[in-house]
């Protein structure tokens, strides 16, 4: 099946640094990633909506210019948090979707789990 | 408002039975998920429904209903290793997927 990486798994941060998630379509195409965040025993929530070569669509609540989503690539999209803080800590996980098949066809990276000191 | 509901938390025993159920209200309906999310991990695909009836998928069964807005995931010949959060989620009328917020099986001895 088509793999989604994403880096780091981990990070340990001090508060007011800004931190870059990477999540790359290793096989195939991803015209659409989406970002969200999951906190414990919560599901996932969505962040926003990224296209690529276009701005992402942020989800109600998210702050924009607090995590930054550049989608330059069909195989790469980055989130950043900027200047973190505690209560960004959380855990963030991409998905891709197979520009190719149908919108069944949803991968997930494996998680970075964040952690703001 | 869309909303998809499922229980909290289920117990089952090793080698039994259980049905995990979804019921949801959208706006739209483009199809059914259930992934399966070992706890620190990232969800992993188990099934896709868009249209009424059964899908079996060796352990794993998942079934829909449309008109009544309701789906459930039938694992059967449990193992410890199914401990686990199982999400149901429903993609809407835009493409988006709407999430509910999990179901943590626990298994039993």
């Known amino acids: 099946g088509a793999v989604v990486s994403q880096h780091p798994s981990w990070v340990i941060c001090k508060s007011g640094t800004s931190v870059k998630i990477e999540c790359r379509s290793l096989?195939?195409?991803?015209?659409?990633m989406f970002w969200y965040r999951q906190f414990p025993k919560q599901s996932l929530m969505l962040m926003a909506t990224?296209?690529?070569?276009?701005?992402?669509?942020?989800e109600q609540g998210v702050e924009k210019d607090k995590f930054l989503i550049n989608h330059a690539s069909l195989t790469l999209s980055t989130l950043t948090v900027t200047s973190a803080h505690p209560e960004d800590s959380s855990f963030y996980i991409c998905?891709?979707?197979?520009?190719?098949?149908?919108?069944?066809?949803?991968?997930f990276g494996s998680g970075t789990q964040l952690s703001v000191l | 408002g869309q909303n998809i509901d499922q229980p909290t938390e289920m117990t089952a025993t090793e080698g039994a039975i259980v049905q995990i159920n979804c019921t949801y209200q959208?706006?739209?309906?483009?199809?059914l998920f259930w992934y399966q999310q070992h706890a620190g991990e990232a969800p992993t695909f188990l099934s896709y429904?868009?249209l009424d009836g059964l899908e079996e998928k060796g352990r794993f069964s998942s079934f829909l209903s449309r008109s009544k807005g309701y789906s459930y995931l039938l694992l059967k010949e449990l193992q410890m290793k199914d401990s686990a959060s199982y999400l149901c989620?429903?993609?809407?009328?835009?493409?988006?997927?709407?999430w509910g917020a999990g179901t943590k099986l626990i298994i039993k001895p």
């Open positions: 998905s891709a979707r197979d520009g190719g098949q149908g919108y069944e066809k949803l991968f």
């Open positions: 096989d195939f195409q991803a015209t659409t």
């Open positions: 990224s296209n690529e070569g276009s701005k992402a669509t942020y």
């Open positions: 959208t706006s739209g309906f483009n199809g």
């Open positions: 429904n868009v």
């Open positions: 989620a429903v993609l809407d009328s835009n493409y988006q997927l709407i």
